[in-house]
């Protein structure tokens, strides 16, 4: 058995040891041997799942670094059920679009690995490896279709920028190491604490350089450039993918870095994400409105999303800390069975992601239509679902924080959201029959998994003390 | 009980959803089987008012269950007379309206059995929450199928209509939102612990800027839902393109929900910012009855008519709730109850004939008298229903309103007077132009009288429209006790405004404003 100092690192290296394995059979099939890769895959994010919940309430640190606290065991489950759901969902879609399948599972688990790296990392430098190992799986995997040029637009821009975004965040680390001395968080923590440092320009630029990175991997406005053609390009199981688990490692680091290390500091750096947050909200729904294709669409409007938990994140109260956990997971689940129900439609001719491709779909497949319905209903913010519940949590920490502006902002935002989420519906259950094939049929593991995100979706909305409670707690233990 | 009522709608829709009717063979049995399920919800609506206690003060049937603890969530239902009302008119026009369906709804029947059954479920919902979050959500949740309803089985220009009805209500409701959670956290501030229980919040003492704040917020909603002057244009819109069962149901009880809003929440839980925006609001009643009226003069579309008429009925009951007296607010009540009976009326008959002609074009039709004697009686009935004849239903309310109102300030009553007047023009001609005259289209010579479904749908209004003015006494008893609670509450405050106003100003209102604390 391991020793006891590696606790922490189980779930990492369960995926990790997966996507190994993934690579080797990979390389070992003979031509036209079929594998069952997607099994292997779920294997060993079930096998992540459960090491996580094993970690739950015990506060295991490996290596001094890697800190399996109950907020990263929190974030690090939404990341192994996006990763479960993707896997779950893929298996059809490869397949049909003739998608290899070793290297996709073995980047979909390496990412994985990453975004646990990066929840549980309480050292600068771990993240930033969290972060790279995470971003080059889903660069590569975003232009995985090697024929389609809108996929590789899109890998290149994200690529290229996120690189930038890097190098930006390394600065940040550069920075912070100089006026600290240290790059773990607890050090810097004790360190900006202990001396009185108010507007020293070191900390404030550091501090401007890691929001610059930060801002650019959860896609804030004005960093969101990349967003729209990386999710519009991609194949919409890895765009469900990268919009939830990117955007939960992602959120998990920048907490830990703003409300862990950057406490202190609070006052310079609340107004500057307010201004993120706000634009986030505005630019998001307002730009969403002007979209006919359904990915780039769902890209504008995960983008306000993360206007949402950044409302959560400037308000940074008790309750504003528990909301942005229920919030990553009700938004996780709730974009991962939208994108689902996009990839499990689409077919190898046409992705069938141009709204007008929806038209009618009620009439034809009424079922796919229905759980589709609940998903948008739900990224609108609607009772019963998810959503409604995470979008009243964040309002409520931004309101008993004062910042009724952003509040109103953040209401007023989730209306014109409720429009274009609605223009979807309109087509498919208030519009003729389009031309063309009927969509793919869907059934097996795909449907299945559809069915489970939606049953998740209304389960938060009707009873969500349970998860609450648990965002709470996992929340509570550390800052 | 009370739950009771929400979930044996959703358990109907269920069982629908479960009936296999993709080529629309058992469509029969989709609809008996809805229009069992609301016809035992109707009858325990009845139970209900049986088991009601009019002499007891506030809530009835309380049930309380913990939903999110760390919140102060509850899962909180109860009702006073106002919601029982409300929650029997609703039991009522549910039937009637999937009865009405019965001829115009042939495609996708099962879907619009479990729509309305939702819907159904989601009205009562609010009518029976005595949580703000509860409430919001079953606020919320209504829109969805309402807006399916609109939106698939509507006319022409549905879809249109169904995404502006969903849009103008959010927008509204989602500032009540901000102000629910501001309610929760003043709460948690003064007691320590969050919560949502208007029971509880009514203690709060809010300060009045925060009052005028909130109440603007909360105001809003429930002024689009009414919808109030200037706020009213999505509502000829939806009830013009929603099918006829929509209509009735829109007409009937989803815009009473405006005017419950402001009795049950806006007015008592902020009760200084309600009296200072009281006359404000009752000025834009005003011009809502008027200017409803005059534009209903002038279409010449039959629902339309009926909607804008709405517009001005409404203007009516707000006017009533400003009056914040007695008189004025049992008015306006009775006149929720009777607005929903008598228009749900002429949205169905209507419907009738735009079932039959395929056009609601006043000038279409004509002479319809010796063609279809029956409709004609009962569309006479309703006429004279809905312009306040005495003896009919609409009479009562406009009566009590007008006398509230005369108390508050006698300036109202002459200006609302003059949207009764008018109402009777714009009803009694469109009555005349379609059915009086010889038939001078031919397409109407042949036209079917009422057939004995249409008739099982038409009779019960009609009685009940005559009934409701003959006998008021019936439907005003039981919301005594709760009109007087809310009158004392607003009351309570108007006596120290006139306190506070040390020099009284020389004018009628002041006089009517001081008149009680000296009494005291």
């Given at each position: 058995?391991?020793p006891?100092s590696?606790?922490?690192v189980v779930?990492?290296?369960c995926a990790?040891?997966?996507?190994l394995?993934?690579?080797?059979a990979?390389a ?7 594998f069952?890769m997607?099994l292997l895959?779920?294997i060993?994010?079930?096998a992540?799942?459960?090491s996580?919940i ?7 640190v490996s ?16 990341i ?11 298996t ?10 070793g290297?996709?599972y073995?980047?979909?688990l390496?990412a994985v ?5 990066m929840?549980?990392?309480n050292?600068?430098?771990?993240l930033?490896?969290?972060l790279?190992v ?8 975003t ?5 389609n ?10 690529f290229?920028?996120?690189a930038?975004?890097s ?6 680390i550069?920075f912070t190491?100089?006026?600290a ?5 607890d ?8 001396q009185?440092?108010t ?6 630029l550091a501090?401007g350089?890691?929001i610059?990175g930060?801002?650019f991997?959860v896609s ?6 990349w967003?729209?053609d990386?999710?519009e390009?991609?194949p919409?199981?890895v765009?469900?993918f990268m919009?939830?688990?990117?955007k939960?490692?992602?959120f ?8 862990a290390?950057?406490e202190p ?7 500057a994400l307010?201004?993120?947050a ?9 730009v969403?409105v ?11 409007s ?7 938990i950044l ?10 800390k528990a909301?942005i956990?229920f919030y990553?997971?009700t ?7 939208a994108?689902?129900?996009i990839a499990?439609?689409?077919s ?6 141009g709204l007008?491709d929806?038209?009618?779909?009620w009439y ?18 609607l009772?019963?679902t998810a959503?409604?519940?995470?979008k009243?949590?964040?309002f409520s ?5 004062g910042?009724?502006?952003l509040?109103i902002?953040g209401v ?5 959201s409720?429009?274009?989420y609605m ?17 793919t049929?869907?059934?097996g593991v795909?449907?299945?998994?559809l ?5 998740v979706?209304?389960?938060l909305g009707?009873?969500?003390?349970r998860?609450?409670n648990l965002?709470?707690?996992?929340i509570?233990?550390?800052? | ?9 959703v358990?109907g829709a ?8 993709a ?6 049995l ?6 069992a ?8 609506t009845?139970l209900?008012w049986?088991?009601f206690?009019n002499a ?12 999110i ?6 899962y909180?239902?109860g ?10 008119l609703?039991g009522f026009?549910t039937?009637i309206?999937?009865?009405s ?7 996708h ?10 819907l ?16 919001y959500?079953?606020?919320?949740a209504?829109?969805?199928p309402?807006y ?7 006319y ?7 995404v502006?009805f969903?849009?103008y209500?959010?927008?509204?409701s989602?500032?009540m ?6 309610l929760?956290?003043?709460?948690q ?9 208007i029971?509880k919040?009514?203690l ?10 909130f ?9 689009i839902?009414?919808?109030l002057?200037?706020?009213h244009t999505w509502l ?7 099918p006829?069962a ?5 007409a ?6 405006g005017?419950y809003?402001?009795i049950?929440f ?6 200084e ?5 009281a006359?404000?609001?009752a000025v834009l ?36 709730i400003c009056a914040?007296n007695m ?11 009777a607005?929903g009976?008598?228009?749900?009326g002429?949205?169905?008959m209507v419907g009738?004939?735009s079932d039959?002609?395929h056009t ?11 063609v279809?004697?029956?409709l004609?009686a009962?569309?006479?009935l ?8 005495p003896?009919?239903n ?6 009590l309103?007008?006398?509230?109102a ?12 003059l949207?009764v007047i008018?109402s ?14 010889p ?5 109407n ?7 004995p479904?249409e008739w ?5 209004l ?19 006790q ?5 009158v004392?509450?607003l009351?309570a405050v ?5 306190e ?7 004018d ?6 001081v008149?009680?604390?000296?009494g005291?």
């Amino acid at each position: 058995m391991l020793p006891a100092s590696f606790n922490a690192v189980v779930p990492m290296l369960c995926a990790g040891a997966g996507a190994l394995v993934v690579m080797l059979a990979e390389a070992w099939r003979r031509k036209g041997e079929r594998f069952p890769m997607a099994l292997l895959a779920f294997i060993a994010l079930a096998a992540t799942g459960i090491s996580l919940i094993f970690l739950w309430g015990r506060n295991q640190v490996s290596f001094e670094v890697v800190t399996a606290d109950n907020f990263a065991v929190f974030v690090s489950l939404i990341i192994v059920a996006a990763g479960l759901l993707t896997v779950a969902f893929s298996t059809q879609v490869l397949e049909r679009d003739g998608i290899p399948e070793g290297e996709y599972y073995a980047l979909v688990l390496f990412a994985v690995v990453g975004m646990i790296m990066m929840a549980m990392a309480n050292d600068l430098l771990v993240l930033f490896v969290g972060l790279e190992v995470m971003s080059l799986g889903v660069y590569v995997l975003t232009g995985i279709r090697r024929d389609n040029l809108a996929g590789i637009e899109g890998a290149f821009k994200y690529f290229l920028l996120g690189a930038f975004a890097s190098a930006f965040f390394l600065y940040g680390i550069a920075f912070t190491f100089g006026v600290a001395g240290s790059t773990r968080l607890d050090k810097v923590a004790a360190f900006l604490a202990a001396q009185s440092m108010t507007g020293n320009p070191m900390v404030l630029l550091a501090m401007g350089l890691l929001i610059v990175g930060f801002a650019f991997k959860v896609s804030a406005v004005p960093f969101h450039m990349w967003t729209p053609d990386a999710y519009e390009g991609a194949p919409a199981v890895v765009t469900g993918f990268m919009s939830t688990g990117v955007k939960a490692a992602a959120f998990a680091g920048f907490v830990r870095v703003f409300l862990a290390a950057f406490e202190p500091f609070k006052a310079d750096w609340a107004p500057a994400l307010m201004v993120l947050a706000a634009a986030t909200m505005i630019v998001g729904t307002v730009v969403g409105v002007a979209q006919s294709h359904l990915k780039r669409m769902l890209a504008y409007s995960s983008i306000a999303h993360g206007g949402y938990i950044l409302v959560a994140l400037v308000a940074a109260n008790q309750l504003g800390k528990a909301a942005i956990l229920f919030y990553l997971a009700t938004y996780a689940i709730t974009n991962l069975a939208a994108f689902g129900a996009i990839a499990l439609l689409g077919s190898k001719d046409s992705a069938r992601d141009g709204l007008h491709d929806y038209a009618g779909l009620w009439y034809s497949r009424p079922w796919v239509a229905g759980l589709l319905t609940v998903a948008l209903l739900s990224l609108g913010g609607l009772p019963p679902t998810a959503g409604f519940i995470g979008k009243w949590y964040v309002f409520s920490a931004a309101v008993s924080s004062g910042y009724y502006g952003l509040a109103i902002i953040g209401v007023l935002s989730s209306v014109i959201s409720v429009f274009f989420y609605m223009r979807v519906v309109v087509m498919m259950y208030m519009t003729d029959k389009s031309t063309g094939a009927a969509p793919t049929p869907v059934r097996g593991v795909g449907m299945v998994a559809l069915v489970v995100t939606v049953a998740v979706i209304l389960y938060l909305g009707i009873l969500p003390t349970r998860v609450l409670n648990l965002a709470a707690a996992s929340i509570g233990s550390i800052f | 009980m009370l739950t009771l009522l929400v979930v044996l709608p959703v358990i109907g829709a269920l069982l629908l959803a479960a009936v296999p009717n993709a080529d629309g063979r058992k469509d029969g049995l989709v609809r008996w089987l809805a229009l069992a399920v609301s016809v035992v919800m109707f009858g325990l609506t009845l139970l209900l008012w049986l088991r009601f206690d009019n002499a007891a003060e506030g809530y009835q049937f309380l049930q309380r269950v913990p939903w999110i603890p760390a919140f102060g969530i509850n899962y909180s239902v109860g009702i006073d007379g106002i919601s029982l009302m409300l929650i029997v008119l609703t039991g009522f026009l549910t039937p009637i309206a999937l009865l009405s369906s019965w001829e115009s709804v042939h495609a996708h029947v099962k879907s619009f059995a479990i729509f309305i059954l939702l819907l159904e479920a989601a009205m009562i919902g609010v009518f029976i929450s005595l949580d703000l979050f509860l409430f919001y959500v079953f606020w919320d949740a209504m829109l969805i199928p309402m807006y399916f309803l609109i939106g698939i089985w509507g006319y022409d220009q549905r879809v249109y209509a169904a995404v502006k009805f969903m849009l103008y209500t959010m927008a509204g409701s989602v500032l009540m939102l901000i102000a629910i959670l501001g309610l929760a956290y003043l709460n948690q501030v003064a007691t320590g612990s969050y919560s949502f229980d208007i029971q509880k919040l009514a203690l709060l003492h809010v300060a009045p800027r925060t009052q005028f704040w909130f109440f603007l917020a909360f105001a809003l909603a429930f002024a689009i839902k009414v919808p109030l002057f200037p706020f009213h244009t999505w509502l000829p819109d939806a009830h013009v393109q929603a099918p006829t069962a929509g209509s009735v149901i829109l007409a009937g009880v989803l815009l009473k929900m405006g005017t419950y809003g402001l009795i049950r929440f806006a007015f008592p839980l902020f009760p200084e910012a309600a009296a200072y925006f009281a006359p404000f609001i009752a000025v834009l009643a005003i011009i809502g009855i008027v200017y409803g009226a005059l534009v209903a003069m002038v279409q010449p579309d039959m629902k339309k008519l009926v909607a804008y008429s709405s517009v001005s009925h409404l203007g009516f009951v707000v006017l009533g709730i400003c009056a914040m007296n007695m008189q004025g607010m049992q008015g306006a009540v009775y006149q929720m109850l009777a607005h929903g009976v008598s228009t749900g009326g002429l949205f169905l008959m209507v419907g009738m004939l735009s079932d039959r002609r395929h056009t609601r074009l006043i000038a279409e039709f004509g002479g319809l008298k010796a063609v279809m004697p029956k409709l004609t009686a009962g569309f006479l009935l309703m006429t004279l229903a809905s312009i306040g004849l005495p003896g009919m239903n609409g009479f009562v309310g406009e009566f009590l309103i007008m006398l509230g109102a005369f108390k508050a300030d006698p300036r109202y009553v002459i200006v609302a007077g003059l949207g009764v007047i008018l109402s009777a023009v714009y009803m009694l001609w469109m009555f005349q132009r379609v059915f009086y005259g010889p038939v001078t289209n031919e397409k109407n010579a042949k036209l079917k009288d009422l057939s004995p479904r249409e008739w099982a749908a038409l009779v019960p209004l009609v009685a009940l429209a005559v009934f409701m003015g003959v006998a008021p006494g019936i439907f005003i008893r039981p919301t005594d006790q709760a009109v007087k609670a809310v009158v004392e509450r607003l009351d309570a405050v108007k006596t120290e405004h006139a306190e506070h106003r040390a020099a009284p100003v020389p004018d009628a209102v002041s006089a009517a404003v001081v008149a009680p604390a000296e009494g005291k």
